[in-house]
């Protein structure tokens, strides 16, 4: 039954996929620079997607070879209905995480509606060597809207930095901090690769090891943004001193909005986040030749994965039937 093996597939996809998140998380804890453990967690959730791509081409094939007059044996009703309900409730669940990603990015859209163009009062402020480092059409936008507490970033083609309405009354240092953060960002195309991450866990929204991983490679993302800033500058102690105080500043809100401020602070990673950044011996920068050597192994290790298990899950959930002598039309 197609419902049936749709349920068994997606069981073996998830349990393959915790199998390669949870090997990416051993693997992470020997390389010491955030970029190359955020490409590792990139690759990673890439891989997922290899074995429905490969369980495709599998069922394909098998259907080719089967035998046109095999039949399958009868389902009893209440299987049936036990079956539809999982259906139903992994594709809501799907639905329910999509939908409240974009709520989240109905209100910043409401909040870029309600806001001005911040880019000439830099020059004014002295910082008109920020926006050089901004890729061609990005925008930096000061909020309007009280609601918002943090920096946000959002967009590829089109980027957008969108800043609190406090921001006005920073000082140069903090604002410098604060846009570098964004920058890097933009820069590493932080917020396409997590969107990516969040439609893989959409699909295995009850899955708590997606979503820890997704959460994981979201804080390397934080921290390869804090060694951007810090390369060019930025003085470690201040930077942490500017973390503290918007984090305390989001902690304070009681807007039913601040799940949408996916934004410069995360509760989860800025214990994390101080320890690296106060770190003299942290391994900052661009990724390595050498760092690439994870990331090569995890993708090359799940394709070995993903060509072994296929065939044997194709088999079991699809056996070959023998074409039977009642296939044959009866004599006379």
């Given at each position: 039954m197609i419902i049936s093996s749709i349920i068994w597939w997606s069981l073996a996809?998830?349990?393959?996929?915790?199998?390669?998140?949870?090997?990416?998380?051993?693997?992470?804890?020997?390389?010491?620079?955030?970029?190359?453990?955020h490409l590792a967690w990139l690759v990673a959730f890439s891989s997922v997607w290899l074995f429905p791509a490969y369980a495709a081409m599998s069922v394909v094939a098998w259907e080719n070879d089967a035998v046109p007059c095999s039949t399958a044996p009868p389902i009893s009703t209440t299987r049936l209905a036990v079956i539809c309900v999982v259906l139903i409730g992994w594709v809501g669940g799907a639905i329910f995480t999509i939908a409240r990603a974009m709520m989240a990015r109905r209100m910043v859209n409401q909040w870029y509606v309600r806001s001005r163009d911040y880019q000439e009062a830099l020059k004014r402020r002295h910082l008109s060597e920020l926006p050089a480092l901004f890729p061609k059409n990005t925008e930096v936008r000061v909020s309007l809207h009280a609601e918002l507490m943090v920096p946000i970033t959002w967009g590829v083609r089109k980027p957008v930095v969108l800043l609190p309405t406090h921001a006005t009354e920073w000082e140069s240092s903090r604002l410098t901090a604060v846009l570098l953060h964004e920058v890097a960002h933009i820069r590493r195309f932080d917020n396409l690769t997590q969107l990516f991450a969040l439609l893989t866990c959409a699909f295995h929204w009850f899955n708590p090891v997606f979503w820890h991983g997704s959460r994981i490679m979201e804080a390397e993302s934080e921290i390869a943004a804090d060694d951007f800033a810090l390369l060019r500058g930025v003085k470690p102690s201040n930077y942490a001193?500017?973390?503290?105080?918007?984090?305390?500043?989001?902690?304070?809100?009681?807007?039913?909005?601040?799940?949408?401020?996916?934004?410069?602070?995360?509760?989860?990673?800025?214990?994390?986040?101080?320890?690296?950044?106060?770190?003299?011996?942290?391994?900052?920068?661009?990724?390595?030749?050498?760092?690439?050597?994870?990331?090569?192994a995890i993708l090359l290790g799940a394709i070995l994965t993903i060509t072994i298990l296929t065939p044997r899950v194709t088999a079991s959930l699809h056996p070959k039937a023998p074409a039977a002598p009642s296939c044959l039309p009866a004599r006379s």
């Open positions: 996809w998830t349990i393959l996929g915790s199998a390669i998140l949870a090997v990416t998380q051993g693997v992470n804890r020997y390389i010491r620079n955030a970029a190359a453990r001193e500017v973390l503290l105080s918007l984090a305390a500043q989001l902690s304070h809100s009681t807007s039913h909005s601040v799940f949408a401020q996916t934004a410069m602070i995360k509760p989860f990673t800025l214990e994390h986040r101080l320890l690296t950044i106060i770190n003299p011996n942290a391994a900052r920068g661009p990724i390595r030749l050498l760092s690439l050597v994870p990331a090569v």
